[in-house]
């Protein structure tokens, strides 16, 4: 893999300006559920008062807005680029069209790991300035001991990136196709529209990538079942290698030069 071809994406998508902003609106949510529950009370929002609980809340809700997140991230590298003629000046500099793509889905990797990461650290900052860090982490209604609740946290988190790297690559493919940010993001909302059809459903529910990204984390530690498990990595694998070869395909083939 070409090393300053990654560092450059990764120096691109961190210079975004979309990034911070994605940053503050995290910040914003966790701070709304604060002060919700200080207002409130816990009738009118779930959420146990401590530092460390807040923080596996946080990655467990994430994805109502991480989906969108990425999706616009996506959007903005891959067809907004395709649209305003930036892949096709890289690709002038004698770099292929395959590493150029690496290089892309490596910077998605690392944008939802940056995201992941930074929810971690500032619902710990906020909700420990709110509350305290407390004697225990509580989540789902099961009490945890400090080290084993951060264990867990860092857990959900590394085990969501699977199924968001899915999804993203899912969303990647729609980007080369239609190289147009507008209905790459609309197809990624239109997902999250109709993800409640799939919830609802025991037949289809666990062959929903969106559906993924909510529950996968939670198998490893609630009611954990080898079957299921596999059959969700089974899954998320299925859409990350048909959606990575139909990227490749279609950027391939793709009219750059026009």
């Not at 300053?4 to 949510?29: C, H, P, Q």
């Not at 529910?205 to 559906?211: A, E, G, K, L, T």
Request: hydrophobic share 55%; with cysteine; net charge positive.
């Amino acid at each position: 893999m070409n090393r300053k071809l990654v560092a450059n994406e990764l120096f691109k998508a961190f210079r975004l300006k979309k990034f911070y902003l994605f940053m503050i609106l995290i910040g914003i949510v966790e701070v709304s559920n604060v002060l919700q529950y200080k207002a409130k009370g816990p009738e009118h929002i779930f959420l146990y008062p401590n530092g460390q609980s807040l923080a596996i809340q946080m990655v467990g809700g994430l994805p109502q807005i991480m989906v969108v997140f990425l999706a616009i991230f996506v959007a903005d590298m891959m067809a907004d680029e395709l649209r305003h003629g930036t892949v096709k000046l890289t690709l002038l500099r004698q770099v292929g069209r395959r590493e150029l793509l690496h290089a892309k889905i490596v910077s998605m990797f690392f944008f939802a790991a940056a995201m992941l990461l930074y929810t971690i650290v500032s619902s710990y900052v906020v909700g420990t300035a709110a509350f305290g860090w407390g004697d225990r982490t509580v989540f789902e209604g099961t009490s945890f001991p400090p080290a084993a609740g951060v264990y867990m946290t860092l857990q959900s988190a590394l085990l969501s990136l699977l199924p968001y790297l899915g999804f993203g690559l899912l969303v990647l493919y729609i980007a080369i196709v239609t190289a147009n940010m507008g209905i790459t993001i609309g197809v990624a909302l239109g997902l999250m529209i109709i993800e409640p059809i799939f919830q609802h459903s025991d037949a289809l529910v666990n062959y929903s990538i969106i559906s993924q990204i909510y529950f996968f984390h939670l198998q490893f530690w609630k009611d954990f079942s080898p079957g299921k498990m596999i059959l969700s990595i089974a899954v998320i694998c299925a859409y990350a290698a048909v959606f990575y070869l139909g990227s490749v395909s279609a950027f391939r083939r793709k009219d750059i030069a026009s």
